[in-house]
């Protein structure tokens, strides 16, 4: 038995949610209209160069339709997941969602937090896209719900967030997570394993920056390119400086990380899947789907007999 609480080598999503809540905890993604300063110029135009929200949204999270609206259409695609006694988080997940006027915020997050069986929210946003005021927000409705922030902070390293067109840097994040801890509001982090000019080493450097974060969550997932994203074209004229895992690889890669990563950060996800139809040609991984490799990560550790935390200091 793990410090987590179950005999699993990492400390996985399930787990974490179960340590938290006392019930089985279901996500229904939205997309509640905001807007994101790295597209409208406020921070800069044409956003991250592999961004895009339609490949990584689930079809019920139109942003035409009411957050309640959305909300119903989740349950009813996730209806064949539901158990009996199981809450719901809402997943503001498309786009920088603490954008917009505190009142605004306020009222999209409190529609959500109204609904039938809502446990809490996570609201996915960028690091320098916070403030005080909306952090005290988000403080204030958790004394009644379970609310996390999550950051998109991609990678520790600062001239590869400029490679993407990130917009910010890696000390933002750290701003970003301060911010939160001072408020008791636990935070998680999306990082993507391959973004172009990282070697190895480099994954492996920005997970020693993670730990000095002490998120709650982490999300990884492999780089994929999406059809239309300036990363496509920039794949196109430079593909020399992009790199695309095998499955063994990245797991191999993952297992490392792992190793290296505080036991009490819980990881949320390890790869990411998106319909063929949006993946630039020839760069998926065949039918492979999410379980499949979180299953070979569990074996490779194993494997190695070790375990998320060993080689953390
Ligand atoms: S911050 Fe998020 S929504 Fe904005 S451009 Fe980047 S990935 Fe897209």
């Given at each position: 038995?793990y410090?987590w609480?179950d005999d699993?080598?990492?400390?996985g ?8 809540f006392?019930?089985e905890?279901?996500k229904?993604?939205?997309d509640a209209g905001f807007?994101c300063?790295?597209?409208?110029g406020?921070v800069g135009v ?5 961004c895009?929200?339609d490949?990584v ?7 035409h339709r ?13 209806a064949?997941s539901?158990?009996p006694?199981a809450?719901w988080?809402?997943?503001?997940q498309a786009y920088?969602?603490?954008y917009a006027?505190?009142?605004?915020l306020?009222?999209r ?6 609904g039938e ?5 996570i609201?996915?946003?960028?690091p320098?896209?916070?403030?005080e005021?909306?952090l005290?927000l988000v403080?204030?409705?958790r004394q009644?719900?379970y609310?996390?922030?999550?950051f ?9 967030l400029q490679?993407?067109?990130r917009?910010?840097s890696?000390m933002d994040?750290?701003?970003?997570v301060?911010l939160?801890?001072?408020r008791g509001?636990p ?7 391959g973004?172009p000019?990282?070697?190895d080493?480099?994954i492996?450097?920005t997970i020693d ?5 002490r998120l709650?969550t982490?999300k990884?997932?492999q780089?994929?390119?999406?059809r ?9 004229s430079?593909?020399?400086s ?7 690889e990245y797991?191999?890669l993952?297992?490392e ?5 505080r036991?009490?950060t819980a ?8 319909p ?7 760069l998926?991984?065949q039918?492979?789907?999410?379980h499949?490799?979180?299953n070979?990560?569990c074996?490779r550790l194993?494997?190695?007999?070790t375990?998320q935390g060993?080689?953390f200091r």
């Amino acid at each position: 038995m793990y410090p987590w609480g179950d005999d699993r080598p990492f400390y996985g999503s399930a787990r974490y949610y179960r340590n938290t809540f006392e019930c089985e905890i279901r996500k229904l993604s939205i997309d509640a209209g905001f807007s994101c300063p790295n597209r409208d110029g406020r921070v800069g135009v044409g956003g991250c160069t592999f961004c895009n929200n339609d490949a990584v949204s689930p079809r019920y999270a139109d942003r035409h339709r009411s957050i309640s609206e959305q909300m119903a259409a989740g349950r009813e695609f996730h209806a064949r997941s539901w158990v009996p006694g199981a809450q719901w988080l809402v997943y503001f997940q498309a786009y920088s969602n603490t954008y917009a006027p505190v009142e605004v915020l306020r009222s999209r997050y409190e529609e959500a937090l109204r609904g039938e069986d809502v446990a809490g929210l996570i609201i996915g946003t960028r690091p320098d896209c916070v403030d005080e005021a909306v952090l005290d927000l988000v403080a204030e409705l958790r004394q009644q719900h379970y609310v996390a922030v999550e950051f998109g902070m991609e990678s520790a390293f600062d001239a590869t967030l400029q490679r993407v067109n990130r917009g910010h840097s890696w000390m933002d994040s750290v701003r970003a997570v301060e911010l939160c801890h001072e408020r008791g509001i636990p935070c998680g982090g999306h990082f993507i394993i391959g973004l172009p000019g990282e070697t190895d080493e480099m994954i492996l450097q920005t997970i020693d920056q993670i730990n000095t974060l002490r998120l709650a969550t982490v999300k990884f997932h492999q780089l994929q390119i999406f059809r239309g994203t300036a990363m496509e074209r920039d794949f196109e004229s430079h593909p020399e400086s992009y790199r695309f895992f095998t499955p063994d690889e990245y797991v191999s890669l993952l297992a490392e990380a792992v190793r290296h990563l505080r036991p009490d950060t819980a990881v949320e996800r390890i790869v990411s899947e998106v319909p063929p139809s949006f993946r630039h040609e020839g760069l998926g991984w065949q039918g492979l789907r999410s379980h499949h490799v979180i299953n070979r990560l569990c074996a490779r550790l194993e494997h190695l007999d070790t375990f998320q935390g060993e080689l953390f200091r």
